[in-house]
T-cell receptor, first 116, second 105 residues
Framework: DVKVTQSSRYLVKRTGEKVFLECVQD?????MFWYRQDPGLGLRLIYF???????EKGDIPEGYSVSREKKERFSLILESASTNQTSMYLC???????????????FGAGSRLTVL | RKEVEQDPGPFNVPEGATVAFNCTYS??????FFWYRQDCRKEPKLLMS???SGNEDGRFTAQLNRASQYISLLIRDSKLSDSATYLC??????FGKGTRLHILP
């Protein structure tokens, strides 16, 4: 089974701190994604990547950056955390192509970030 | 108009009943459609893909109506374990906000 692992389940940070959220997948997937999920707003795409060193903005990239130096790892960075970035962050990966299972997102368990 | 819209519910349905909900999408060029299920405090997981001709997986049936730009999910003989939030996904990555389903004993 594809496994997507997020390094921290719960984090508490202070306003202005730099925050790193790490995500690793073990199935050689080309595509990786970062979402945040908030009550009433659903899942919103922050950034995604279709290849190593490649990144694309999603719907809400402001205040975030990403890094993909290796195929299996996709990091989300909050340069200066703010209280409105308190949320559940979900990483996902998928493979491309036409085979069965392609383009299906497999999610990590999530990282709940609280910014005080 | 939002890109992907779902009735948030909750749908409160007695065990054994049939329940259906829809998801509308705004981009007529959308190509891929999925239903995911999310249990409380868990990550979303794929329930089923939605194919143009409609498809069935056990008690679950998914259909696509391109003319009216919506997909549907039908659950027959509902079980207590079907209680969850059902998320539709369009073009692989665009999620609706989800429909909450509560199956009542």
């Amino acid at each position: 089974d594809v496994k997507v692992t997020q390094s921290s389940r719960y984090l508490v940070k202070r306003t202005g701190e730099k925050v790193f959220l790490e995500c690793v997948q073990d199935m050689d997937h080309e595509n990786m994604f970062w979402y945040r999920q908030d009550p009433g707003l659903g899942l919103r795409l922050i950034y995604f990547s279709y290849d190593v060193k490649m990144k694309e903005k999603g719907d809400i990239p402001e205040g975030y950056s990403v890094s993909r130096e290796k195929k299996e790892r996709f990091s989300l960075i909050l340069e200066s955390a703010s209280t409105n970035q308190t949320s559940m962050y979900l990483c996902a990966s998928s493979t491309s192509g036409r085979l069965s299972g392609a383009n299906v997102l497999t999610f990590g368990a999530g990282s709940r970030l609280t910014v005080l | 108009r939002k890109e992907v819209e779902q009735d948030p519910g909750p749908f409160n349905v007695p065990e054994g009943a049939t329940v259906a909900f829809n998801c509308t999408y705004s981009n007529s060029a959308s190509q891929s459609f999925f239903w995911y299920r999310q249990d409380c405090r868990k990550e979303p997981k794929l329930l089923m893909s939605v194919y143009s001709s409609g498809n069935e997986d056990g008690r679950f049936t998914a259909q696509l109506n391109r003319a009216s730009q919506y997909i549907s999910l039908l659950i027959r003989d509902s079980k207590l374990s079907d209680s969850a939030t059902y998320l539709c996904v369009v073009n692989r990555v665009i999620f609706g906000k989800g429909t909450r389903l509560h199956i009542l004993p």
